[in-house]
């Protein structure tokens, strides 16, 4: 492959574009990979499309490597399937709808669960027909509130998404080990650096779903690792400890006159400087904060939802989402209209709204809260005796030095990363509500069980560009990059030929080559591009061409050195 940059449709950027909102999107519109072309929707230019078809290459070979057959579904596709099982309304606004002339509803698939689900129920009948792999590499849509960072976050982007089919459990947690085992390879060989995180806290257990988090300031989910154990999970994951009450005799609930603390530093001033219940040594822990939040339901009325956390910590709304999904919460502000809710002396004793609080406020911790008065709040407020919540909810927000859920000893600590992929084991959610039976090795009818997995190919363009990149522009790992040597001509007409010679050696030698052989630039110029454009290998066929030498410059390690142009070759595919 030779890359003449004479020709090429590229155009560097020098300065920041607006729109940029970290580092790698920065890089990547002022090296002329990707332009913006839609909201949420970027076009890949030439040298942006080689290195998303590097990556997808990698995810595809592993993906054979494990007995994965590739497949390619339709993007538009008809409601019917995603209504039997309650996906057309469960994913919401998130989902892209629309109507055909003939007022027919379809979709534009945000995952395909459905129709390989259905693909597989038409094209199976026995046991001998499973266990089976199938993938694909196709287009996902959705309608994400906040499409962020160019590729990082579109509304349109490219995901290998693959699908597992076994007839037991012991087999989907084969497939299982080996999409992760995979999923480790393809995130080494393209270079990202990743955790993988437990993606959820429920009673499936840990290993039922699984984030490849690729480690990164910019990244928008949060993740805890433990000091001592190898526990590590998205926060969203995060179980709280519950803690141990020792059973003792707590004052009855007392209510006091507490003016003008509607926020938990104002109450906690208070309480202190009143010596409430004949003590100066409330904290925030101490109190308990009753939030009021309205709860989106999917095609269902918005209901209010009340929830308590001890007052030193804030609700986390990703972890409260999470929590509630497929609902999802925006915070109540509207108490004007529900004068029943005393703003800023909320409590839970008498409350007419569901109520969820955090694990710690467990049965027997006693809280300073409100009294549902204004300017008034109550101490010895007792979970399991003057108020019981509906249930417990895992909305606090994590904080660094929690205590581990998974061991005694450790600490939790907390880093960001970029959610690069996710694997899933689904069971027979899919396959129970289609209905899904094959004949079994017993002559039984026997349900398949499913995974789900899935990556994020345009975003992973992203991830590694914000991994690999420093002040100059971007240094790719060479197994994405889009060349694997950056000739350059920084010279007239004598360096442009010898360039364009050598550049024909290199590619006869069999490597993928970018030459620039633009004759209106100065050297300086093609040298910032070069940079810019983060190739690591770069060679200059420039001042010492007289002498028979060309140099060599790694980007990555700033080395240079002069090499006899007749060398050139083999110090490359050495
Ligand atoms: P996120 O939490 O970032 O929205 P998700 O949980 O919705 O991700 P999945 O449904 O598991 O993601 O999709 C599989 C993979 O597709 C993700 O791991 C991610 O790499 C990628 N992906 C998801 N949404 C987007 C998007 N809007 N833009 C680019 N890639 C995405
Ligand atoms: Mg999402």
Known sequence: MLLRMSTMLLKTLREEPAEAEVPSHRLLLRAGYVRRAAPGGHTWLPLGKLVLDRITAIAREEMIAIGGQEVS??????????DVTGRWADYGDDLFTLKDRRGADFLLAPTHEEMFALLVQEMTSS??????????????????????????????????????????????AAAYAQHRTAYQRIFERIGLTHTIVSAMSGAMGGSASEEFLATADVGEDTFV?????????????????????????HHPLTVHDTPGTPTITSLVELANSQALDGRT?????????????????PGREDSLLVIGVPGDREVDLKRLDAALSPATATMFDDFAARPDLVKGYLGPQGLALRYLADPRVAPGTAWLTGANEPGRHATSVVAGRDFTPDGTIEAAEVRAGDACPACDAGELTIRRGIEIGHIFQLGRRYTDVFGIDVLGAD?????????SYGIGLSRAVGAIAEQHHDERGLLWPDEVAPADVHVIAAGKQGQLDAAGALAA???????????????????????????????????????RLSEGYAEIRDRHTDERRDVPLTDVVRVLTG
């Open 505 to 543: 050696e290199l590619v006869a030698g069999g490597l993928r080559v970018l030459v620039d052989d633009r004759s209106q630039l100065s050297a300086g110029v093609k040298f910032t591009d070069a940079e810019l454009i983060g190739i690591r290998r770069i060679v200059v066929v420039g001042r």
């Open 443 to 451: 002559g039984k009818p026997v349900r398949p069980t499913m995974g």
């Open 127 to 172: 046991y001998r027909d499973f266990p089976l792999i199938l993938f694909q590499v196709q287009s996902k849509f959705r309608d994400e509130a906040r499409p962020r960072a160019g590729v990082l976050r579109g509304r349109e982007f490219l995901m290998k998404d693959a699908y597992s089919f076994d007839l037991s459990d012991a087999g989907l």
């Open 281 to 297: 040594d409330w904290t925030a822990a101490d109190t308990l904060k009753n939030v009021v939040v309205t709860v989106h339901h």
């Open 225 to 249: 690792g433990c000091t001592t154990c190898d526990y590590a999970a998205n926060t969203e994951a995060v179980v709280t400890p519950v803690p141990v009450i020792k059973e003792r005799e």
């Open 73 to 82: 579904f339709p993007a538009l596709l008809p409601r019917e399937p995603y």
